[in-house]
């Protein structure tokens, strides 16, 4: 539901306290990415009109130009994107990590035998 896009675009700047022709800049700007029915009308989602609400606190309370705030989501969704790698590979690591984990207990159990007083000594390699 947050992502559907459901507010037209003068319910979508009511909500987000500003005028729909702001809306259509920031549109330009690439600011935001409104879905479009079929006749083309802007719908804006629950996520847009709290990435508008975003914007016009960076703009607004701290003075950022919008030019500035088009880098800090390009580093935004760069940082997502490497959040998403670094988990995929810290998925494969926990596999490899047991894979590995298995094949040396595989390993150990092959190469030690255990002797009647508790000690455990190396099997003796056969000689071809």
């Known amino acids: 539901m947050y ?7 003068s319910i979508a700047a009511k909500l987000a306290g500003m ?5 259509r800049i920031y549109e330009r700007k690439k600011l935001i ?6 006749g083309s009308t802007r ?7 709290d990435r508008l609400k975003l914007i016009q606190i960076l703009t607004q309370e701290l003075g950022i130009n919008l030019a500035g705030v088009c880098k800090i989501f ?8 490497l ?3 670094m988990s995929e590979l810290d ?6 990590q047991e894979s590995l984990d298995k094949e040396l207990e595989k390993v150990q159990r092959s190469a ?5 007083r508790g000690r455990i000594v190396l099997r003796k390699s056969k000689k071809n």
Request: charged share 30%; glycine share 2%; proline share 9%.
């Open 91 to 96: 998925k494969r690591v926990a596999s490899l």
């Open 33 to 38: 990415s409104p879905k479009r029915t079929k």
């Open 74 to 81: 390009e580093l935004q969704d760069e940082i997502e994107q």
């Open 19 to 23: 005028h729909p022709q702001t809306l």
């Open 83 to 85: 959040q998403g790698i």
């Open 112 to 116: 030690l035998v255990p002797i009647s």
């Open 43 to 49: 719908l804006y989602s629950q996520r847009d009109v």
């Open 3 to 9: 992502d559907e896009p459901v507010y037209m675009i």
